[in-house]
């Protein structure tokens, strides 16, 4: 979040312009605004249908551990859109921090711990998905032991995320800079390292977060999809009138995958090229050094887009979710059911429903 450069930038002698950022400090603080309304209400949203709803729902709907998963994902979204506000004012502030040192710990924890905890939560998710596809003939023997993983993975993901957040909670800090005539929230390692090793420590930290919290969940992700994608195509393939639910479905996988890494590329992809130019590992021009830094705000901004997204592609577009949400909120019409143009495809049906129960409501 803070602004790279400023006395530590890639081109010895480079003086920034402060003409050059007014339209940062203008416009950014207004999109993580409307990224804040959107995230807090979205979300919650979502925590108040996966948490009142009927355990049982209605209809046979009966418990998915999908669900818990959406609702968590939900959860970390929401810590981390109420932190937005301080952003907001930090950059219209042009990157000053009045709000101590505690805010800026906490902040920059959430920031990271929201990291992980989606890339995790969507890697879980994605997993589950990919199961209830797989297994569903023999769920409700694997009911009971699906909800105990559900809650240790669970546990065990925001284990994980909290601690490779800590870093974050450690190191970061306000400092005085006299340059910007600000005091800036950044990563402090002055207390971990030389002067001549915080070039490694900075390398390590992120290029790791990088790796643990992007380019291997979304590897995961990529492969359950596309696992669950041949299973969608293997179980449809005999079922004439099921072509459009299936491509449907497909949609919605590709949806998934492509929104996260959409919104988060972009940020990796520039802090890797800093970060790798920054360590001598990469010979960028002075052109693309400055373009990277400026770019680097925005790209930010992408990446905190998909707090407000997920909702909508993880909850609103799962059809079974999207009926309970109505019906919480009072806005769910019945749904006739259509007649079954003869006796022997009706039984066919209520056969297959029987033995697999419907996909739409899985992905």
């Known amino acids: ?33 409307l990224v804040f309304v959107l995230g807090l209400s979205g979300n919650g949203i979502v925590i108040f249908t996966v948490w009142r709803a009927p355990a049982g729902g209605t209809g046979g709907g009966g418990w998915r551990s999908a669900d818990t998963y959406i609702g ?7 810590a981390f859109v109420v932190t937005l506000p301080l952003w907001a004012a930090y950059t219209a502030l042009r990157f000053h921090w009045p709000f101590g040192s505690v805010l800026c710990k906490l902040s920059s924890y959430l920031v990271l711990l929201n990291m992980f905890a989606s890339a995790f939560c969507l890697s879980c998710l994605s997993f589950e998905r990919y199961l209830a596809v797989v297994h569903s003939l023999s769920r409700a023997r694997l009911l009971r ?42 990563m402090d390692y002055s207390r971990v390292a030389s002067p001549e090793q915080e070039r490694y420590w900075l390398g390590a930290l992120s290029l790791g977060t990088t790796a643990l919290g992007f380019v291997l969940p979304l590897l995961l992700m990529t492969v359950f999809y596309c696992c669950l994608g041949g299973a969608v195509t293997r179980h449809f393939q005999h079922l004439k009138k099921e072509e459009q639910k299936r491509r449907r479905l ?67 577009l799962d059809l079974r979710f999207r009926a309970r949400c109505l019906r919480l909120l009072g806005l769910r019409r019945p749904r006739p059911r259509r007649p079954s143009a003869s006796l022997s495809s009706t039984a066919s049906a209520q056969t297959q429903k029987s033995e697999l129960p419907s996909l739409a409501t899985k992905v």
């Open 72 to 78: 968590n994902l939900a959860l970390a979204d929401l």
């Open 1 to 33: 979040l803070e602004r790279w450069g400023g006395g530590g930038g890639l081109c010895p002698g480079e003086e920034e312009g402060e003409a050059d950022w007014e339209l940062s400090y203008s416009l950014l603080p207004v999109l993580y605004m």
């Open 145 to 186: 032991s699906r909800r105990a993983a559900t809650l240790l993975s669970l546990g065990a993901l925001w284990l994980l995320a909290g601690l490779l957040a800590l870093p974050a909670l450690l190191l970061r800090d306000t400092q005085r800079r006299p340059p910007l005539n600000a005091t800036v929230c950044d």
């Open 250 to 316: 497909l949609r919605i996988i590709a949806a998934l995958v492509a929104v996260f890494a959409l919104c988060w590329l972009p940020f990796h992809l520039l802090k890797g090229l800093y970060v790798l130019g920054w360590l001598g590992l990469l010979d960028l021009p002075c052109a693309a050094q400055d373009l990277i830094v400026r770019l680097h705000p925005y790209a930010t901004c992408l990446a905190y887009v998909n707090s407000c997204l997920n909702p909508f592609l993880y909850a609103f």
